[in-house]
């Protein structure tokens, strides 16, 4: 139990320090390019945050797999609803 809880403690601060790493690359990406921060992150930015979902979806689907249906269908539907 202690070890699960150190190991979700490891992964949150990775996952942040990750998101550090994401942000100051997205910025230092769009400055060097000249375009918008806003643009680097609706374009870069939002494809590697649904890239491990295309990943599943596109593997479940090359395996016939109808959980790549639901997976298309359930992003779309968490989407709207929390966006």
Known sequence: MIANVLLL???FA??????D???DGSVAIARRFGVSELFIGLTIVAF????PELA???KAAI???GIAIGNVLGSNVANVALI
């Open 48 to 51: 590697g945050t649904s890239a």
């Open 56 to 58: 599943v979806s596109v």
């Open 14 to 19: 990775l996952l942040v320090k990750g998101a």
């Open 63 to 65: 395996d016939g797999s």
């Open 21 to 23: 790493y994401l942000i």
């Open 9 to 11: 403690i490891v992964g």
